[in-house]
């Protein structure tokens, strides 16, 4: 069987005439099997193209013994000479010439394989939309693979599945009366400018005034059952909000998901595209044809690696009715006045009628990983949310799902224990309910404070085991490289006024590091490794982007 493949594939490609079907035969392919033999060799026959329609029933004829001997599935084959017909938009006089012809498997007009190749004709001369099918398809296979959470420190993975993202409708006119309130204070001098702003959002603003929560699918719908009073256009853009480690990226995550696994608005969106700012701020670097839309899109989409993507498909997209999905636009505030080409494309997406758009402001982040290891920990756990429930400042806190998962860190390190420690059971238990009491009146910036302690301590314990459980003045001249690095991090950016510390910070910083503490003796093993454990930190750019 795969000799008479091979002689059929080399029948068709050995001649660039017949190179014309490459793009869908090769797509088709790589879809429908995961033989690395026979993959092997379409990566030899379709390495390159010179598209022409002079023997385009050659071809066809060709392909469909190549799939008769593959032993294809009806539909399957159905589908790739639809695909394939309507790419070279191809006259009814040729087509027709199929349809009277004996098939190349030399079965007589009337039988299945002749009916069903001239179904696929009538589909392709009928169905506009096959194209659209196929580039939804490819959408649908990426997205479904990003099911996985970006860990927070040392837990588990989580499925996008369990992620829950709290949201809150803010009415147009609430919204008003909030800034004609802010407005207000300013003018009466109710608040020093020389004050410190505050640790945590007033979350009464969202949640307060019989404000309701609404679930993500049902965010458009809302808006068509609203009573508006005045008449107004189609609602195409909706704004997420809020600060960081609410969880605005793992909602994006998860729309993306949920529509590729047809559970949300694919009756409403053809396709969806699920963009980073992140991801594709550095294509448009020396922006040349910044005003080519077409070239911009083709920017974005090499960013975003999607597999088997080509430019046929980012037509589609360009030309089409479909849903963004952009994802952090306060990363890019600083760069956008800098780069023509992709303010331009912005401007382009949101004031064009083809596309609604969902756009977020701050980068990806964690969900609470609060999790139930004993049973006989419920009572624990209990009076720790109950702490939290009771206290204000703890509450606001938890109210963001990266502050609650560093509260949870927090308590959870504090039980790792010497054995001397260990003996004491009850004396442990009043210890580990009174870590929140201590938190009480925390603000952010010594949650992280102890945050940091914790993690030092949990490194040292993960190598030196808990024989010996050093002081925090001890720990703080352990690691005074990390420490180091980090203050340098922070100082560098605000300096920068930056809101994500770029590659271009980190590294200068890097150097900078590895002058002052150098290794003393190769056989000294390097603290290097850890100080890349870090990156959980908020806006923090990763160096090793994961194409995925």
């Not at 039980?415 to 009491?437: S, V």
């Not at 940091?452 to 301590?457: D, E, G, T």
Request: aromatic letters at 10%.
């Amino acid at each position: 069987m795969g000799n008479a493949i091979h002689k059929h594939i080399i029948t068709v490609f050995k001649d660039k005439r017949y190179l014309i079907f490459r793009e869908y035969l090769s797509f088709w392919y790589f879809n429908n099997h995961k033989d690395g033999k026979h993959s092997t060799l379409f990566v030899l026959a379709l390495s390159q193209s010179k598209k022409t329609t002079d023997f385009l029933l050659t071809a066809t004829r060709h392909a469909s013994k190549i799939l008769y001997l593959l032993n294809e599935e009806i539909l399957a084959l159905y589908h790739f000479f639809a695909f394939f017909l309507v790419k070279f938009k191809t006259s009814e006089k040729k087509l027709r010439k199929i349809r009277v012809k004996k098939t190349p498997l030399h079965i007589e007009p009337g039988k299945l394989i002749s009916n069903i190749l001239w179904q696929s004709v009538l589909v392709a001369m009928k169905s506009k939309n096959l194209k659209k099918r196929l580039v939804t398809d490819k959408l649908k296979g990426y997205y479904k693979s990003q099911d996985k959470l970006v860990p927070l420190l040392d837990d588990p993975g989580q499925s996008v599945d369990t992620c829950y993202i709290r949201l809150a409708l803010l009415h147009e006119r609430h919204l008003k009366k909030i800034k004609e309130k802010i407005t207000n204070k300013k003018q009466n001098n109710e608040e020093d400018e020389q004050e410190k702003w505050s640790n945590s959002i007033d979350y009464s603003i969202i949640y307060g005034s019989g404000q309701e929560t609404v679930d993500v699918e049902d965010i458009w719908k809302r808006e068509e059952k609203e009573e508006i009073e005045e008449e107004e256009e189609e609602v195409r853009h909706i704004s997420i909000r809020g600060e960081a480690g609410s969880g605005k990226s793992v909602l994006t995550q998860r729309i993306a998901y949920l529509w590729a696994k047809n559970q949300m608005w694919n009756d409403m969106f053809e396709w969806l595209l699920h963009i980073s700012f992140r991801k594709i701020v550095n294509a448009f670097d020396g922006d040349e044809n910044k005003n080519d839309i077409k070239s911009q899109w083709s920017k974005i989409m090499n960013a975003l690696n999607i597999p088997g993507w080509d430019t046929n498909d980012t037509n589609i997209v360009y030309s089409t009715d479909g849903l963004l999905v952009l994802d952090g636009l306060d990363e890019i505030a600083n760069e956008i006045n800098k780069k023509p080409g992709l303010q331009q494309w912005l401007r382009y997406c949101t004031e064009n009628t083809k596309y609604s758009v969902i756009i977020t402001s701050r980068p990806n982040v964690q969900c609470s990983y609060l999790k139930r290891s004993k049973d006989k920990n419920d009572q624990y756990q209990a009076k720790n949310l109950f702490k939290i429930e009771y206290k204000p400042n703890l509450k606001l806190l938890s109210h963001t799902p990266l502050y609650l998962g560093l509260l949870c860190y927090l308590t959870r390190q504090q039980r790792i224990k010497t054995p001397e420690e260990e003996k004491e059971e009850e004396k442990k238990e009043i210890q580990n309910i009174t870590a929140l009491d201590d938190l009480e009146n925390t603000s952010v910036s010594k949650l992280y404070e102890k945050l940091l302690v914790c993690y030092m301590k949990w490194n040292w314990i993960k190598v030196n085991g808990t024989k010996y459980n050093p002081n925090e003045q001890e720990m703080f001249s352990i690691f005074e490289m990390e420490i180091d690095y980090l203050s340098r991090i922070a100082w560098e950016g605000l300096k920068d006024g930056q809101a994500v510390i770029s590659c271009e910070i980190q590294e200068r910083v890097l150097n900078i590091i590895n002058n002052k503490y150098p290794r003393e003796h190769i056989s000294v093993i390097s603290q290097w490794s850890r100080i890349n454990s870090f990156g959980f930190l908020q806006g923090q750019e990763s160096m090793n982007p994961i194409n995925s």
